[in-house]
C-alpha cells in the first residue's frame, strides 16, 4: 500500500515561509511516471492544486504561485517538501500530499481527478 503522510500542524506568520514535508511509503518518489503533488483547501473553498516534482525531480508549478513555490524531494528518505514564501491569511487552510501515476503529460497541469493517492492534509494557518 502507498501511503502518503504530511508533516504536523503549522502556524506561520504573514509574509514568512510554509515548509511541509509528505513522507511516501510502500512506493518509491522515483518509480517511473510518478508525480508527486502538493494540494491545497482554504476554509470554506475548494480544493485547488498547487505544483508537483515528478520521479526525474522536474517541478511543475501552478502560475499564480509560481513566483513563491518551491517543491523539492530527499529521495534518500522517500520525502518531497513545499515551500511556500511571503504567505498572507489567503495561504491559510489543508495542505495535502498527492500521487499520480496516470498522467501523460510532458507539461504537467493536472486536474484533482487524477489523483491516485493522497494523504490525510494538515492544517497551516497564517497569522497576522
Known amino acids: 500500500q502507498v501511503r502518503l503522510q504530511e508533516s504536523g500542524p503549522g502556524l506561520v506568520p504573514a509574509s514568512q515561509t510554509v515548509s511541509l514535508t509528505c513522507t511516501v511509503s510502500?512506493?518509491?518518489?522515483?518509480?517511473?511516471?510518478?508525480?508527486w503533488s502538493w494540494i491545497r483547501q482554504p476554509p470554506g473553498e475548494g480544493q485547488e492544486w498547487m505544483g508537483a516534482?515528478?520521479?526525474?525531480?522536474?517541478?511543475y508549478y501552478r502560475t499564480a504561485l509560481k513566483d513563491r513555490i518551491t517543491i523539492s524531494r530527499d529521495t534518500s528518505k522517500n520525502q518531497f517538501s513545499l515551500q511556500l514564501s511571503s504567505v498572507t491569511a489567503a495561504d491559510t487552510g489543508v495542505y495535502f500530499c498527492?500521487?499520480?501515476?496516470?498522467?501523460?503529460?510532458?507539461?504537467?497541469?493536472?486536474?484533482?481527478?487524477?489523483?491516485?493517492?493522497w494523504g490525510l492534509g494538515t492544517p497551516v494557518t497564517v497569522s497576522s
Open positions: 510502500g512506493d518509491s518518489i522515483t518509480t517511473l511516471a510518478g508525480y
Open positions: 498527492a500521487g499520480d501515476w496516470s498522467g501523460s503529460s510532458d507539461q504537467y497541469y493536472p486536474s484533482l481527478n487524477e489523483m491516485d493517492v
Open positions: 516534482i515528478d520521479w526525474r525531480g522536474k517541478t
